[in-house]
Structure formats: C-alpha cells, structure tokens
C-alpha cells in the first residue's frame, strides 16, 4: 500500500486468505447484509458485535492491524474530535454508538476492496445487476463509471505519491505543523494532481472512441465468476446476521 493514509486502504492488497478467495457476489451480500444491520440497530452492544465481526474479518484477511491503524489514524482522530462533540450534545452513549458505526462501515468497505481485485468487483457487480437489467433498465452505465473509478483510484494514488515526492525533493511538504503552510503545499499539490487526471481522462476517451465504443451496449465478461461452497456459506450467513443482530433470544 502506498503511505496515503486512508485512500491507501481502498486499494487491492494481494493475498491468498479465504476472503480473497470468496466469489465478490458473496461479499457485496455480506457487506450489504452487514451494513443494513448496522445501520438499523441503536444498541451500543450490537454496534460493538459488529465492530468485533469486522475486526475478525480483518484476522481472517491476514492483514495486519497494525498497517490497518496507521491507514486509519486520520480517520479514527476526526471519529474521536466528532464524537468528543457529540458527547457534549447527546451524552456517551450516542457518541460511542455514532463513532463505532461509521467506523464499522468504513472498515467494511475497506475490507472488501482491499480483498477483491477491480476485475472482480466490476464483473461481481454486473452478475449482481443482471435482473435490473432484464426489467429494461440499463446499468451498463453505472457499471462503466463504477470501472473507471476502481480502475483508475490506484493510478491516481501512484500519481500523487509521485508528484509529492518530487515536491518533497524540491523543499515542499516539510510545514507539517504550519497551518498556512500545509494549506498552499496542498494547493501546490493539487494543481498537478487536476492536470494528471484530465490527462489520463483524454487518453482514456481517445481509446475508448478509437475502439468504437458504445455507451450502454452489453458486453461479455474476461473474468468468470463461479460459486463455490464458502460462498454459500457466507451468504447464508449474511441472511441470518439481520435476525441475530436486530432480534437478539
């Protein structure tokens, strides 16, 4: 990963566990599954099971927590200052429950993206869209958007990692506790950054219309999905997270 804190964390990290090797449908049903429970439930002990599921997805995944913090840390430190006010407004209670909610879910999404290549998700994402599709509805659209901005995330990361360390070389990013100067290196950083992306976008559509491609048209997929029986598994368990969580016995 490269050391851009939490946009580090969205992107594919190679492995062989088992939840790299989980079909993407099961997950996107797993995470979707997990992230309507959560959201759904105001019980503090519930927020705190599903913050213990996705800390044990994390061990499963073979990543090391560690790393996990130092991409998270930024994050976790606007958690702390957003819930230091929200405890001041509504008490502990509502502070813990809001602060281990959007930190379950981000540790969610980051979870499946770093497990999953973009191949993957982009074909797991047109499986799962298939029966709108059939209703005459086209999301072949979303699809394409969805792939370019997987696509091309990693990309931009390099890009930036570049452009910063060529800045860096040159004197720049070293006001790390100067407000005022943090903010125009920021803004010197920003400008190259703006200029990498709209070049990499007319690269893109000169390819794209030198190959006649059509928006919307139906298109076969390179990877081929198969689901086997941990994915049954886990998508059994994502039908039943709801009814544990929301109706503890």
């Known amino acids: 990963m490269n050391n851009l804190g939490a946009l580090s ?12 090797r989980l079909d993407p449908r099961s997950k996107y049903g797993f995470a979707i599954s997990y992230l309507v429970t959560l959201v759904s439930s105001n019980s503090l002990i519930t927020s705190w099971v599903g913050m213990v599921i996705v800390i044990s997805s994390y061990l499963l995944s073979g990543f090391h927590l ?3 913090w130092n991409n998270l840390r930024g994050i976790i430190v606007v958690l702390f200052i957003l819930g230091s006010i929200q405890a001041s407004l509504n008490g502990i209670e509502a502070a813990a429950l809001m602060t281990l909610k959007v930190l379950s879910f981000f540790l969610m999404i ?4 770093s497990t999953t290549p973009p191949e993957k998700q982009i074909e797991g994402l047109r499986k799962l869209l298939s029966p709108v599709r059939r ?10 958007m969805f792939t370019v901005a997987v696509i091309y995330m990693p990309l931009l990361l390099e890009d930036t990692m570049r452009i910063m360390q060529a800045q860096r070389v040159r004197g720049l990013h070293n006001g790390r506790w100067n407000i005022a100067r943090r903010s125009r290196d920021m803004l010197l950083l920003l400008i190259p950054v703006l200029l990498m992306i709209l070049r990499r976008a007319e690269r893109l559509s000169e390819a794209m219309e030198s190959r006649c491609y059509q928006p919307g048209c139906e298109r076969t997929g390179y990877v081929q999905l198969k689901i086997a029986k941990h994915d049954i598994v886990v998508l059994i368990l994502a039908i039943l997270l709801p009814f544990i969580l929301l109706y503890p016995i």
Do not use: C, K, P, W
Not at 110 to 113: K, P, R, S, Y
């Open 9 to 20: 964390s969205l992107q594919y990290v190679a492995g062989d566990s088992l939840l790299h």
């Open 66 to 68: 560690l790393m996990v």
């Open 110 to 113: 980051t979870l499946m993206l």
């Open 135 to 144: 209703l005459g509805i086209n999301t072949e659209t979303f699809v394409f």
